[in-house]
């Protein structure tokens, strides 16, 4: 994918925000939009889509989950609404093109009383994969549960 195509996907991508959570964009053309909170949205449009290797990522919270989730499906863009220090910096280690609306050291809970704890659980050596099979895990055990 050229620099050109990822600047107009991530500019497709990050006004869909107006609409959705989250969105994923891929040669000019939306390939999933979800709404709702946390990082459930994300995995939803990735499940939506398929193939996102090469896409622009807008979602409206990133932190080092939705980082790490980006470097795995090889993500090539991301837009954030709010984006953590530490996440925007893994993405930039990684060559990934990010733009922000604003930038904060850490991403908070939904109370502000203490860390997200996507968050929290994503912070450290554990690596993009196993990440997301545990996030993955714990959205399941969320639907067998609620009947």
Not at 34 to 55: F, N, Q
Not at 101 to 106: H, K
């Amino acid at each position: 994918m050229s620099t050109l195509e990822t600047v107009s996907d991530i500019a497709i991508a990050a006004k869909a925000l107006a609409e959705s959570s989250v969105v994923l964009v891929k040669g000019g053309r939306i390939l999933a939009g979800k709404t709702g909170r946390g990082v459930k949205p994300l995995l939803d449009a990735i499940d939506e889509a398929g193939d996102v290797c090469g896409a622009a990522l807008a979602d409206r919270v990133v932190g080092v989950g939705v980082a790490k989730i980006a470097l795995l499906f090889e993500i090539a863009a991301v837009h954030a609404g709010i984006i953590s220090e530490p996440a925007r910096n893994i993405l930039v280690s990684a060559g990934i093109f990010v733009s922000h609306d604003f930038l904060v050291p850490r991403i908070l809970n939904r109370d502000r009383t203490g860390p997200c704890p996507v968050e929290a659980m994503s912070i450290g050596p554990i690596p993009p994969a196993e990440l997301y099979s545990r996030l993955r895990g714990m959205f399941c055990a969320d639907r067998g549960s609620s009947g």
